[in-house]
């Protein structure tokens, strides 16, 4: 698949973003999810054909995309992409023109263990392509609020946190999220490249 977006980062590496492959990338991506570390991403129990399908799904829409990060090669993160006035977080909040929800999903560490800087590394090529190559004004995000981990991680890459809501529940045909307490914070490409 082709990549849309490739940054090398001093000390960290090159960061690739490509379109996942539902299909492709199932086994990857249902490993990760289904992790205990991930229970906030809302996929522990499902089965790697459930995983297929949804991104499969995901694949359809014009609002929602789903890649693959690599860093020089291996796995590094899946991250999601949105249009906050086509989700449901979009009931919450005042989207602004410009604005790009984002979900985040990092790999688990490897054998050597957690790496100091790594998660920071990465958050800076993904707000890059968000904010750089995709044009947008804002990233949204909006991390369970008991995931004190992941909203501090976010704080310290610059994110502003705004209020604490609720994401109503969805129940459609192709797609059911549970009622979510949900914690938002906001980048603006004016704090993420001043100048």
């Known amino acids: 698949m082709t990549d849309l977006h490739v940054q090398h980062v001093d000390g960290y590496g090159t960061v690739r973003i490509r379109p996942l492959n539902p299909e492709g ?4 991506v249902h490993a990760w999810a289904g992790d205990e570390r991930a229970a906030f991403w ?42 906050p006035s086509a989700d ?15 979900h985040l999903l990092l790999a688990p560490a490897g054998p050597a263990g957690p790496r100091p800087g790594w998660t920071s590394a990465l958050l800076t090529a993904v707000t890059a392509y968000v904010l750089l190559v995709l044009d947008r004004r804002r990233i949204v995000i909006d991390p369970d609020v008991r995931n004190a981990k992941a909203i501090a991680r976010f704080e310290r890459q610059g994110f502003e946190r705004g209020p604490a809501v609720v994401l109503p529940e969805v129940d459609l045909p192709d797609v059911h999220l549970p009622e979510k307490h949900a914690q938002l914070a906001f980048l603006d490409r004016a704090v993420a490249f001043p100048g």
């Open 25 to 28: 990338d199932a086994d990857l």
């Open 42 to 83: 809302g996929m522990n129990g499902l089965t790697r054909a459930q995983v297929a399908e949804i991104y499969a799904h995901m694949d359809t829409l014009d609002t929602h995309h789903a890649h693959l990060v690599t860093v020089d090669g291996a796995p590094a993160a899946l991250l999601q992409t949105y249009e």
């Open 88 to 102: 449901r977080v979009g009931a919450c909040y005042d989207v602004r023109p410009g604005d790009l929800g984002v």
